[in-house]
């Protein structure tokens, strides 16, 4: 199984997202072709209500615990709550770290 379908599955059984996107952006940095390193993850979950930012991406990592010993070297997390998620679904671009 993929990295992508192992933080997919985690997210899902742990937050039960309402909306999720895991997107492998390993090929914006140095690391050979066909890597899974460097994930940004998009999701909203009604789990995330009450939590500051901390807590959520707290919620994220204890999730995705195996993958960061086993690998995963970078996530970048835009955590929302539902509500949320209704007013601002706009998530910036990655920069570009290949020189």
Do not use: Y
């Not at 985690?10 to 690391?31: F, G």
């Amino acid at each position: 199984m993929s990295v992508e379908q192992l933080i997919t599955e985690k997210l899902t059984a742990a937050l039960s997202p309402s909306h999720l996107e895991v997107i492998n952006e390993s090929n914006n940095h140095h690391v050979p072709p066909n890597s899974e390193t460097h994930f940004k993850v998009i999701i909203t979950s009604a789990a995330f209500e009450g939590k500051r930012l901390l807590g959520r991406h707290r919620s994220v990592n204890e999730a995705l615990a195996d993958e960061f010993a086993n690998g995963l070297h970078a996530l970048s997390m835009h955590t929302f709550t539902p509500e949320e998620w209704l007013v601002e679904s706009n998530v910036p671009d990655s920069p570009k770290c290949k020189g």
